[in-house]
């Protein structure tokens, strides 16, 4: 993903910290003096039953108290090609081009 978009990732973290203040993908502008120090506290936490404790009030605290939803990122997506290029149809579904109906025509 570019430096703007969200990937959801492995951890927990990568999803629930873009309600941080400081985090550039907070785009629904979270700063809730209650929700920060969660936030700050599961990055902290290096046992993991406390952590999940404090994760979980966070996401509790989120979904109870908090009207800011998920915020998808939908990059646009620009394909190119030369007039000689004949058949080229993008798919935006699948990773990679099928060049399978493609050919050159000069």
Same mark, same amino acid.
């Given at each position: /993903?570019?430096? $703007? +978009?969200? +990937? @959801?990732?492995?951890?927990v973290d990568s999803y629930l910290f873009t309600y941080?203040? #400081?985090? !550039?993908?907070?785009? #629904?502008?979270s700063d809730d003096p209650k929700l920060n120090p ?5 990055? !902290? ?8 404790? @404090?994760?979980?009030?966070? &996401?509790?605290? @989120?979904?109870?108290? /908090?009207?800011?939803?998920? $915020?998808?990122?939908?990059? &646009?997506?620009?394909?190119? $090609?030369?007039?000689? &290029? ?10 990679g081009w099928n060049f399978t109906n493609t050919w050159?025509?000069?």
């Amino acid at each position: /993903m570019n430096h $703007t +978009a969200k +990937a @959801i990732e492995a951890d927990v973290d990568s999803y629930l910290f873009t309600y941080h203040p #400081s985090n !550039r993908s907070n785009y #629904s502008g979270s700063d809730d003096p209650k929700l920060n120090p969660l936030l700050e506290a599961q990055r !902290r936490e290096p046992d993991p039953a406390k952590r999940l404790e @404090i994760v979980r009030q966070a &996401v509790r605290y @989120i979904n109870d108290e /908090m009207v800011y939803g998920l $915020t998808l990122y939908a990059p &646009v997506d620009y394909e190119f $090609t030369q007039p000689y &290029v004949k058949g080229f149809a993008p798919n935006f579904l699948n990773p990679g081009w099928n060049f399978t109906n493609t050919w050159i025509d000069k």
